[in-house]
């Protein structure tokens, strides 16, 4: 389980954001006590979902993420990369 302040780290946003994320029922969550808690499948899913939108912050990012990888490896950008390309892999490593 993932708080929102380690959410917010990963994904380089304000923990405002992401509860914001919650509250709009956009990410799901648990709420224990005053914090809430978020499955790893559940940040796993959101992102699969953000990052489709090009007009949110998350979708922003894979398509930059896809131009900049390919200017550095000296390729031309011929598709975007998929979110399990650029996200899961070493996202959620363990510490």
Do not use: H, N
């Not at 979902?49 to 390919?70: D, E, N, P």
């Not at 598709?79 to 959620?92: A, H, L, N, R």
């Amino acid at each position: 389980m993932l708080t929102t302040k380690e959410i917010s780290e990963k994904l380089k946003v304000s923990e405002e954001t992401v509860r914001r994320w919650i509250r709009k029922e956009e990410l799901y969550a648990t709420q224990e006590g005053k914090s809430y808690l978020v499955k790893e499948k559940d940040l796993e899913d959101f992102i699969k979902r953000m990052s489709q939108k090009t007009s949110t912050s998350i979708g922003k990012l894979f398509t930059l993420s896809a131009v900049a990888g390919a200017a550095v490896a000296g390729a031309a950008v011929t598709q975007k990369p998929s979110p399990k390309d650029i996200f899961f892999k070493g996202f959620f490593k363990s510490k």
